[in-house]
C-alpha cells in the first residue's frame, strides 16, 4: 500500500516502530434483538453478571498494580469503578430490558447512546472528559457480554508480529492500558484525547511515545501495518517506504544513547553556566514514589498530590482514609526524602476527581465546589488531612500547599484551621514541627491578578500551569476538538506568570512552577529566564531538564525573554523562542 501521513496531537516525547494492532470498539459488532417475555429476567441476570465480571477485573487489575506503575492508572481505575456502580449503569439498562424486551447488549448500548447525547448537549469540558470514561466503562462491559474480553495479544516470544506493537483505538481505557504491560507494546496512536487525556498522563508516566486526537486514523490504519510515531511532532507515518524506515531507526538509536547519558547526572547540581542554581523538584501521587523521585535526582517533592490517596481505596466499599492512614502515608513520603522537602497538596477533588464517600452533588465541576472549596465546606474532613500532615513534619521538612485559592477569606479560614490542628496536637502531645510553611497553588487568574494578598499571609507560592491555562483560556486539554487552542505560549498567560514571578521576588517570596510547563524542555529556558527558580515535573523528564540548564547561560537570554513579553504576536513569540534555543545550542 502507498504511505501516508497522519497528524495529531504530540502528548510525549520520543519515537515508535512498530506494527500496528487495531482495538475496535465492542459497540460496532452489538446484536440487535427482542427477548421473549419468560425470558427478560435471564436477560437481565447475563447483563448483572458481566457488571460484576467487570468489577471483579477492575478489583484485580488494582490489586496487581505493580509498584513501578504509573500511580495514576490506579486513581483512573477507581473512577471506572465508581461509574459502574452507578445507578446509571447498573440499574437504568435493566429497566431497558425489562420494558422494551431488548437484549443485554442492545439495551447497555441504547443507555450510554441516551448519555452520551446528554453530555454533548452540557457543553462542559469536565463532563464531556466523564463522557469517555462511561463510554469506557460500558466497553468493558460489551466485551463480556460478546464474549470478546481478553483479546489483547499476548507475547510469547519475540518475533517481527508480536514485538513493536503499537497500539491503535478510538480511546484506550486505563484498564485495558494495564494489560498492554504484558505485551511488546511501544507506542500509542488514538482518534480521541487530548494533553490530559487517559493515554496522554499514562504514556508519559511511562515514557512510551504516543499520538492522540488523530480523529480517524483507527479507520484508515489497517491491522499489521507497519508506523512509525514521531511523537516530538505529532506525527503518524503508515506503510513507511524502507528508507524512511531507516532513518527513523537511525534517529531512535541516537535517542536511546542520549537517554542513557542523562542518567549519568543524577547527581550533578543543576546550576546554569553563569552560576544560577536551580531546584528541580519531583510531583508524586502516592508515598511509594518518593523514593523514585529521590533516585531520579530531585531536591524534594514540589507537589504530593494527596487525592490519590483518598481515591485509591474507591470501589463499592469506598471509605475515606483516617488520619492515621493518611499520617503514615506522608511520613513514608518524607522519611523517603532523607531531609529533602516534600511540599504536600491539601485534598484536589471536584471536577474530574469526584469523591464517592461525599454527599455533593457538583453539577459544573470545573467551577464547582473543589479543592479548597471543597475542603472549608467539609471542615472535619480537612482537619483532618491537616493533622496528619503536621504529625508527618515531625520526620522532615514538608510544606503545606492549598489547591484554587482566590479569595482573601480563604486564606483566612485555612490559617484558622491549621491554627486549630495545631492547638489540638498540642494538647495531645503529639509532635509537629510548629513552623510549617503555608502556601497557595496559584490557578485561577483572580490569584494571580490579586497575588498581593496571598503575599501578605503565607510563606510560599506554587504556580499550577495546567489550571491557570484552562482557567484563563477557558479551554479543555481534554478535549481533541478544542485541544490546537490550548496554548502556553499565549500573551495572556506569559504576561500572568511574570506578575506572579515579579511579585515574589519584589517580596522576597519563593515562588515555583509545577504543571505541565515545568516539565517541557521547549519552556526551560523562558521560565528560568522569567525569573522561576524552582521547577516541580514527573520525576522521569528531570535528567533532561537538568541537561538543558547545565547547557544555558540565563544573561544570555534577557533579551529574548524581553521581547517575547512585549510581544503580543505568536508568530513573534515563537521565532523568539528558537532563538533562545539556538542560544542554547551554540553554548553546548
Not at 498522563?201 to 486526537?213: D, E, F, M, T, Y
Not at 510531583?283 to 517533592?301: F, T, Y
Not at 503529639?430 to 494578598?453: H, Q, R, S
Request: hydrophobic share 45%; glycine share 6%.
Amino acid at each position: 500500500m502507498a504511505s501516508f501521513t497522519l497528524q495529531g496531537i504530540p502528548v510525549s516525547r520520543g519515537i515508535a516502530i512498530g506494527r500496528a494492532h487495531l482495538l475496535r470498539p465492542a459497540a460496532l459488532d452489538v446484536q440487535h434483538y427482542l427477548v421473549a417475555q419468560e425470558l427478560v429476567e435471564a436477560e437481565v441476570q447475563r447483563l448483572q453478571a458481566a457488571i460484576a465480571r467487570v468489577h471483579k477485573d477492575l478489583q484485580t487489575l488494582w490489586s496487581d498494580l505493580p509498584q513501578d506503575a504509573p500511580t495514576e492508572l490506579g486513581a483512573f481505575i477507581d473512577v471506572h469503578a465508581l461509574i459502574l456502580s452507578d445507578p446509571m449503569l447498573s440499574d437504568a439498562p435493566m429497566d431497558i430490558i425489562r420494558t422494551r424486551h431488548y437484549n443485554a447488549e442492545w439495551a447497555l448500548v441504547t443507555q450510554i447512546d441516551e448519555l452520551s447525547a446528554q453530555f454533548d448537549e452540557i457543553e462542559d469540558d469536565y463532563l464531556r472528559e466523564r463522557k469517555a470514561d462511561i463510554q469506557q466503562v460500558a466497553e468493558r462491559v460489551l466485551k463480556v457480554l460478546t464474549g470478546t474480553a481478553n483479546m489483547i495479544p499476548r507475547s510469547d516470544g519475540i518475533d517481527e508480529r508480536s514485538a513493536n506493537m503499537i497500539v491503535v483505538a478510538r480511546d484506550i481505557s486505563p484498564a485495558d492500558m494495564m494489560q498492554f504491560r504484558d505485551v511488546a507494546f511501544t507506542g500509542f496512536v488514538t482518534d480521541e484525547g487530548g494533553q490530559n487525556s487517559h493515554t496522554a498522563i499514562v504514556s508519559r508516566s511511562l515514557g512510551i511515545p504516543a499520538v492522540v486526537g488523530m480523529g480517524n486514523a483507527s479507520r484508515l490504519i489497517e491491522q499489521d501495518d507497519w508506523i512509525i510515531i514521531d511523537s516530538d511532532a505529532g506525527v503518524v507515518i503508515v506503510a513507511p517506504t524502507s528508507m524512511v524506515l531507516d532513518q527513523y531507526r537511525e534517529r531512535q538509536t541516537v535517542l536511546q544513547k542520549a537517554r542513557k547519558k542523562l542518567a549519568k547526572l543524577k547527581k550533578t547540581p543543576a546550576i546554569t553556566q553563569d552560576g544560577v542554581e536551580i531546584t528541580l523538584l519531583a510531583n508524586i501521587e502516592l508515598p511509594q514514589d518518593a523514593a523514585p523521585a529521590l533516585e531520579a535526582g530531585a531536591s524534594g517533592v514540589g507537589l504530593f498530590r494527596s487525592e490519590f490517596l483518598f481515591m485509591e481505596s474507591s470501589g463499592q466499599e469506598h471509605k475515606l482514609p483516617t488520619e492515621e492512614e493518611q499520617f503514615e502515608a506522608y511520613r513514608t513520603a518524607v522519611q523517603a526524602m532523607k531531609g529533602r522537602p516534600v511540599t504536600i497538596r491539601t485534598l484536589d477533588v471536584g471536577a474530574d476527581k469526584p469523591l464517592e464517600a461525599t454527599d455533593h452533588n457538583i453539577l459544573n465541576p470545573a467551577l464547582g465546589l473543589r479543592a479548597i472549596r471543597y475542603c472549608l465546606a467539609e471542615p472535619q474532613l480537612f482537619l483532618t488531612q491537616l493533622r496528619a500532615i503536621l504529625r508527618a513534619s515531625a520526620f522532615g521538612p514538608v510544606k503545606i500547599l492549598i489547591p484554587m485559592m482566590a479569595h482573601g477569606f480563604e486564606i483566612d479560614q485555612t490559617l484558622a484551621m491549621i491554627a486549630q490542628a495545631k492547638v489540638e496536637l498540642t494538647l495531645e502531645e503529639k509532635a509537629f514541627d510548629k513552623d510549617v510553611p503555608v502556601g497557595a497553588m496559584i490557578e485561577v487568574p483572580a490569584a494571580a491578578l490579586a497575588l498581593p494578598m496571598f503575599v501578605k499571609k503565607l510563606d510560599f507560592l506554587s504556580v499550577g500551569t495546567n489550571d491557570l491555562i484552562q482557567y484563563t483560556l477557558a479551554i479543555d486539554r481534554a478535549d481533541h476538538e478544542v485541544a490546537h487552542l490550548y496554548d502556553s505560549l499565549h500573551p495572556a498567560i506569559l504576561q500572568l506568570l511574570q506578575m506572579i514571578v515579579s511579585t515574589a521576588q519584589k517580596a522576597e517570596m519563593p515562588v515555583s512552577i509545577c504543571g505541565g510547563m515545568a516539565g517541557d524542555i521547549r519552556l526551560t529556558r523562558l521560565l528560568t529566564s522569567m525569573g522561576f527558580r524552582e521547577l516541580s515535573m514527573p520525576a522521569a523528564l528531570l535528567p533532561e531538564i537538568k541537561q538543558e540548564i547545565l547547557n544555558m547561560r540565563l544573561d544570555t537570554l534577557q533579551g529574548h525573554v524581553k521581547k517575547i513579553l512585549r510581544s503580543y504576536d505568536s508568530n513573534v513569540i515563537r521565532e523568539t523562542l528558537t532563538e533562545m534555543e539556538a542560544v542554547g545550542k551554540t553554548l553546548h
